[in-house]
């Protein structure tokens, strides 16, 4: 039995450029992070989000440094790279890109039949994942016939069948309606609660603020600023930096406590509803 | 083709096992050809009217507007059988224009009518399995054949990725027309083929996203996919074999004749 490690990533002066450009995608990119932890990426378009999760399953091979997923390199072997793909999911951004197959049913079970597993306890999962994430209303439907929020669904089940340690989502909620925002969110927390480290890519700030045990601001490739939500919001020149608001629970709250509304003492609100339920 | 994949979804006959419904396709329309007997054709033409438009609940206008598509192309093309130029007129029919006589002989009429229906027949049967079976559980059906499996990969890209091309060009396209991009011919002409380059970019960038994305999912080489089997139905079994056998008789039959 393996002992369990108290991060689950290691990222080590991670450097990547892209063929033919010049500027590196990730720059001397250092990140630790915690087995268990729900984390929060922000930071604008071509700031290294995408690039950096890409790299954490090793479909891109950094140029320098290291990444090393339960405290053991990556092995950039076929072996190797199962392993870790295995353990680390990416939910891509644009479910159109991941969705390869027209039938939910064969789309799911991709990855579960990859990893070895034999068809009935594929079928087991496949048919578990449906129930869970709410799919049976429309898992007969052609890929081509679903909603934006459905599809995304289903790419989710594509990752979780895997039952990976670590998921990453990149912009889970990029173009999607209220009602599956919501549904999103309320998987991601069900996955939490599994045990499961989640990494997501978000320019939801009252969002993060709310959600993250730990926000990462990323600025051209590398980590400007890391730490819980209140440490990173409390650096209004990093946020100034990477075009970010203060969550309005916060300015709120601060405002609040500048009218003598609020007490000084305890931790600032993370949610409009804890805001409300001690305040008002 | 768009309004076959959409009806097929909503068709009652969907989650009919796929085998029997290719069997049943397959070998109706091998007999049709191979006996080309009139009574065997529109026994299968009224079968799979039947089962397509009755059993399987598609709209009849839907499926006679399918059917008028070939009936015209046959019309055509039997058209120039039947039609002879000569100077004598023949039994069926005759127009004298001048000298010459524009006629048909009743020979070649019933021919062309045994053509005719034959044709229409055969083409039935491949409507019957495009409208009451998806294309993913005819690919299965395929996969069972032992078809090779990087034929089969790319049918199901193919036809997934086919929508997202349809889908990606349309929106380019009345993007283009919002912006008077179809003003006149010359304008028409070069927004098609600025889409045309729009898209075989996007599709690149696509390529590329699919494979990040099989790849991260431990993808090897070979798309590996479970499919769900709806089983097969002994009373269904059944009425295929008696009616495949009735149409083998006909055959036989008419073959010894």
Redo the contacts between chains.
């Keep these: 039995m393996k002992q369990e490690k108290e991060w689950v990533i290691e990222a080590e002066h991670l450097s990547y450029t892209y063929d033919g450009n010049e500027k590196p995608a990730l720059d001397d990119l250092d990140l630790k992070i915690r087995r268990g932890h729900k984390v929060a990426f922000m930071g604008g378009n071509g700031s290294g989000k995408s690039t950096f999760f890409?790299c954490l399953?090793g479909?891109r091979r950094p140029d320098k440094g290291r990444v090393l997923i339960d405290g053991t390199p990556i092995a950039y072997t076929?072996k190797g790279?199962?392993d870790v793909?295995?353990r680390v999911?990416?939910v891509?951004q644009?479910p159109?890109?991941?969705?390869?197959?027209?039938?939910v049913?064969?789309?799911i079970?991709?990855?579960i039949?990859?990893?070895g597993a034999d068809?009935e306890t594929?079928?087991k999962k496949?048919e578990q994942v449906i129930r869970e994430l709410g799919i049976c209303p429309f898992q007969?439907?052609?890929?081509?016939?679903l909603s934006g929020g459905q599809k995304k669904l289903v790419a989710i089940a594509?990752?979780l069948v895997?039952e990976p340690e670590v998921m990453i989502l990149d912009e889970p909620a990029a173009s999607l309606d209220p009602k599956h925002t919501k549904i999103v969110r309320e998987i991601v927390e069900k996955l939490t609660m599994k045990g499961i480290t989640v990494l997501m890519a978000t320019h939801d700030m009252d969002y993060a603020f709310g959600w993250a045990d730990e926000i990462v601001l990323m600025y051209e490739g590398r980590v400007l600023k890391k730490g819980t939500p209140l440490e990173v919001c409390a650096d209004r020149e990093a946020l100034e930096q990477t075009n970010l608001e203060v969550p309005a629970v916060l300015r709120l709250y601060e405002k609040m406590r500048q009218k003598g509304m609020a007490s000084q003492k305890g931790d600032p609100p993370r949610t409009m509803e804890e805001l409300e339920r001690r305040f008002l | 083709m768009i309004l076959i994949?959409k009806l097929c979804?909503q068709s009652k006959l969907r989650y009919v096992n796929a085998t029997e419904k290719f069997v049943y396709a397959v070998l109706s329309l091998v007999f049709c050809i191979v006996s080309r007997s009139a009574a065997a054709a529109v026994l299968v033409f009224l079968a799979n009217g039947i089962l397509t438009v009755g059993k399987g609940k598609i709209p009849l206008s839907h499926y006679i507007k399918l059917l008028l598509v070939p009936a015209a192309f046959l019309l055509l093309g039997t058209a120039a059988m039947l039609i002879d130029l000569s100077r004598a007129p023949m039994d069926a029919f005759a127009f004298r224009i001048g000298e010459w006589y524009l006629t048909g002989s009743t020979a070649s009429l019933t021919r062309v009518c045994r053509l005719w229906i034959t044709a229409l027949s055969a083409v039935t049967c491949l409507y019957f399995l495009s409208l009451n079976t998806?294309?993913?559980d005819i690919l299965e059906v395929l996969r069972k054949m032992r078809l090779p499996t990087l034929l089969i990969e790319l049918m199901?890209?193919i036809?997934?990725f086919i929508?997202?091309l349809l889908?990606t060009a349309s929106a380019i396209m009345t993007a283009q027309e919002s912006r008077l991009g179809n003003r006149d011919y010359r304008t028409k002409v070069r927004s098609f083929g600025a889409m045309a380059s729009a898209l075989f970019v996007q599709s690149m960038r696509?390529s590329d996203?699919?494979y990040?994305?099989?790849?991260?999912?431990?993808?090897?080489g070979t798309?590996?996919?479970?499919?769900?089997e709806r089983p097969a139905k002994k009373k269904e079994i059944v009425g295929i074999a008696l009616f495949e056998s009735l149409l083998l008789l006909i055959t036989i039959w008419s073959i010894i004749e």
């Excluded at chain 1, 159109?96 to 027209?102: G, K, N, R, V, Y």
């Excluded at chain 2, 798309?223 to 769900?228: A, G, K, T, Y």
């Design positions: 890409l399953n479909i076929r790279l199962l793909r295995r999911g990416i891509f644009e159109d890109d991941q969705l390869f197959s027209a039938s049913y064969q789309e079970s991709f990855g039949l990859n990893l068809e594929a079928r496949v007969d439907r052609p890929a081509h016939g594509d990752i895997m | 994949d979804y998806t294309m993913t199901m890209l036809y997934r929508f997202l889908e696509r996203a699919l990040d994305a099989l790849e991260s999912r431990c993808y090897d798309i590996r996919v479970l499919s769900q």
